[in-house]
């Protein structure tokens, strides 16, 4: 299984750019993918940063 994950990011001098996670498990045991990664509660949004 291959699990791919992409999301917005800024640097340290605030220039946009994005972060790039890739997964693959060779073994096919863990059934894991990049939906684990989602914030279905929206958490951000009880923490503005602007």
Known sequence: MHSLAITD???EDR???F???SARD????D???S???QDL???I???PTH
């Open 15 to 17: 220039r946009p750019g």
């Open 19 to 21: 972060i790039l996670v």
């Open 41 to 43: 509660t929206c958490t």
């Open 35 to 37: 939906d684990e990664l």
């Open 9 to 11: 990011a800024h640097s």
């Open 26 to 29: 060779a073994t096919k045991r």
């Open 31 to 33: 059934r894991g993918n």
């Open 45 to 47: 949004a009880d923490h």
